[in-house]
Each structure stands twice: as C-alpha cells, then as structure tokens.
C-alpha cells in the first residue's frame, strides 16, 4: 500500500512541489496561459514514466517510453497546447498519437471533451493503464490511424499531433471545425518545425514556428 501511495502522491522528485518548480521554468521560458500551466501542474508526469526514470520526470527533456516513442519535453506540450488554443475558449480537441497518455491528460485537464488516437496497440493499452486512476471521464482514446484522424467524432476545434509528418494530412484539415487550430510538426530537407493552421471562412491560414524534434508518424496500425 505504502509504495501504491507514494506512486500516486509523489515525494521527493515526484512532488507536488517538484511540479510547482518545472512550472516557473516554464513561466521563465515564455508560457503564458494560466489553463496551460495550471493543466501541467496538475498532471503526475512520473506515473507516464518507468519507474527508473522518474526521478528525471519534471526535467525538461523527452524521456522513452517503449516502441521507438517517447515523452515531449514539458515545454514542447506546453507550447502546443498554448498555440492551439490561442485566446479561444477550449471545446473538443483531437490528439493524434498518444503515446504513453501525458498529453492526452494535460489536454482532459484544459478541453471539456479530448479525444486521442493512436496506433501502436500495445503502447495504446499502456496508456490507458496509466491515465486509469486519474479518472479523467472527458478524455476517450482510440486506436486508429491518425493520418486518417476521426471522422466520427468531427469537427473538431483543436487538433495536436504528436508526430512529424512530411506533410499536412487531408483528413485532419476536414475534421477541423470553423475556427479550429491545429499545430503539428512538419519534417522538411532542414528539420522538423512547429506549424500552426488556422481555418478561416476564405481557407486555410498556415504559420511556421519553433525548430523541433518529433518521432516520425507513420502511417495504418499496429
């Protein structure tokens, strides 16, 4: 029992106060949003972690998880999420690649209603296991291809994909609701960087950001 509480509540390097400290960092480094950072403060980043990496959870640094994948960096998520959802009110968001279930909890803890895919069917199970005593009745997880993104659960007004695609998928420009924002690493001859789109009523509205480093997305299940 003892050990199941201390995984639960955190102590030491998996404190709450040890998530109030990467907080300020990333005050420091430029995060704004208070639903953002509230949202990271409250999500246990060292129950998405091996046992043995816990003690580097609230480092800012991506961390494996198993099958090639690994956790973003607390403030690429933070990044993210704080563009893609500008100065709007959250309402339904789509997650393209789960992984190990962080981002789709720090998402539960800022959208009213989250939706994540993702494709590798076993790391998809392990998600589900880590987010099961967080109770997070908003967030609904899929396995599925995310170049094909959601259709029935479309439109949606955000959309996160957590992999570098060569190009913007078709499906996911159609699930984007009005309005909607989606950002994404896209992979070119020099890198990888953050993009953002934004549906307008004339079309698509296309911004190029931050320098990044995401595992590629592939395509179909696994």
């Keep these: 029992m003892a050990r199941a509480l201390s995984a639960s509540f955190g102590i030491g390097m998996t404190s709450e106060r040890t998530r109030a400290r990467m907080v300020a960092r990333l005050r ?19 129950l998405f972690v091996e046992e043995a990496l816990a003690s580097r959870a609230y480092e800012d640094d991506a961390l494996p998880i198993g099958f090639g994948q690994t956790i973003s960096h607390p403030f690429v998520v933070a990044r993210m999420v704080e563009l893609v959802l500008g100065n709007k009110s959250p309402g339904k968001a789509l997650e393209i690649g ?78 984007l609701a009005p309005g909607g924002r989606m950002i994404l690493p896209l992979s070119a001859n020099d890198g990888q960087r953050l993009v953002l789109i934004e549906r307008s009523g004339r079309g698509f509205i296309e911004s190029e950001l931050d320098p990044v480093r995401f595992v590629p997305m592939e395509a179909g299940k696994a």
């Design 98 to 175: 789960t992984g190990c279930g962080y981002q789709a909890a720090v998402l539960a803890h800022v959208f009213a209603e989250v939706y994540s895919i993702e494709r590798i069917k076993a790391l998809l199970e392990r998600a589900r296991r880590n987010l099961i005593g967080l109770r997070l009745a908003n967030l609904r997880l899929a396995h599925g291809d995310g170049y094909a993104g959601l259709e029935q659960a479309a439109p949606f007004h955000s959309i996160v994909v957590a992999a570098a695609a060569p190009r913007v998928p078709e499906a996911l420009l159609r699930q």
């Design 28 to 46: 420091t480094k430029g995060i704004r949003d208070e639903r953002v950072l509230a949202a990271l403060g409250s999500v246990p980043r060292h």
